[in-house]
T-cell receptor, first 114, second 112 residues
Framework: DAGVIQSPRHEVTEMGQEVTLRCKPISGHNSLFWYRQTMMRGLELLIYFNNNVPIDDSGMPEDRFSAKMPNASFSTLKIQPSEPRDSAVYFC????????????FGSGTRLTVV | GQQVMQIPQYQHVQEGEDFTTYCNSSTTLSNIQWYKQRPGGHPVFLIQLVKSGEVKKQKRLTFQFGEAKKNSSLHITATQTTDVGTYFCAGNPGGGADGLTFGKGTHLIIQP
C-alpha cells in the first residue's frame, strides 16, 4: 500500500493565483480529511468527507477555499485567489470509519504564496 | 467549539530522562488518539484510547485516559534520540467519523 498520496509536495505561487492541491486516499478508507498546519495555529481541520460526501466544512477559512471529492480515490483542495496568509503545510488524511487505527496522513503539500 | 489543550509546549530532556505530556479537553471525549510528527514529517498514528481510566503501553510509551474522559497523558521512559519530535493528542467528541481536533502538540527536544 502506497499510503495517502499528495501532490505537489511543494508549491510556490504568486498572490492572486489559483492553487489546487491533490490527494489520493488509501483504498478502502471511506473518510477523508484536509488539515492545515502552521506554527501559530497548529493543525486545523478544514473539511472532511464521508463516502465522498462533505460532512463538515466549518473549518474552511473563507470562500476562497473549496474542496471536492468526485470519487472514492481522489480529492482536491482549491484556493482561489491565493494570499500570503494561506502559506502553510496542507495535509490530507484518510481513515476507515469506525477503525481503531486512526488517521493515515499524507506527506503534505508545503504551500508558499509570495 | 471543542478545545484540546496540551502542555508543555516544549520539553528539553537529557537522553535517558523521562518525558510526560498532558492533554486536556473542554468537553468529554468518546475517544482520544495520540500522534507523533518527526521534524519535517507528517503526523503518524500511535494509539487510540476509548475506555474511562484506560492505560495502554507500547514499549517505553505509556498512555492514560482520565476517568472523566476529558484528559490524557503520554509518558516516555528513558528517552532516546529517536523519540525526538512533536507529540499530539487529538479528540473526537462524537466518535465515529467526526473530524479530530488536535492539540498544539508538545515538542520533545533531547540533548545527548
Amino acid at each position: 500500500d502506497a499510503g495517502v498520496i499528495q501532490s505537489p509536495r511543494h508549491e510556490v505561487t504568486e498572490m492572486g493565483q489559483e492553487v489546487t492541491l491533490r490527494c489520493k486516499p488509501i483504498s478502502g478508507h471511506n473518510s477523508l480529511f484536509w488539515y492545515r498546519q502552521t506554527m501559530m495555529r497548529g493543525l486545523e481541520l478544514l473539511i472532511y468527507f464521508n463516502n465522498n460526501v462533505p460532512i463538515d466544512d466549518s473549518g474552511m477559512p473563507e470562500d476562497r477555499f473549496s474542496a471536492k471529492m468526485p470519487n472514492a480515490s481522489f480529492s482536491t483542495l482549491k484556493i482561489q485567489p491565493s494570499e500570503p496568509r494561506d502559506s502553510a503545510v496542507y495535509f490530507c488524511a484518510s481513515s476507515r470509519q469506525g477503525s481503531n487505527y486512526g488517521y493515515t496522513f499524507g506527506s503534505g503539500t508545503r504551500l508558499t504564496v509570495v | 467549539g471543542q478545545q484540546v489543550m496540551q502542555i508543555p509546549q516544549y520539553q528539553h530532556v537529557q537522553e535517558g530522562e523521562d518525558f510526560t505530556t498532558y492533554c486536556n479537553s473542554s468537553t468529554t471525549l468518546s475517544n482520544i488518539q495520540w500522534y507523533k510528527q518527526r521534524p519535517g514529517g507528517h503526523p503518524v498514528f500511535l494509539i487510540q484510547l476509548v475506555k474511562s481510566g484506560e492505560v495502554k503501553k507500547q514499549k517505553r510509551l505509556t498512555f492514560q485516559f482520565g476517568e472523566a474522559k476529558k484528559n490524557s497523558s503520554l509518558h516516555i521512559t528513558a528517552t532516546q534520540t529517536t523519540d525526538v519530535g512533536t507529540y499530539f493528542c487529538a479528540g473526537n467528541p462524537g466518535g465515529g467519523a467526526d473530524g479530530l481536533t488536535f492539540g498544539k502538540g508538545t515538542h520533545l527536544i533531547i540533548q545527548p
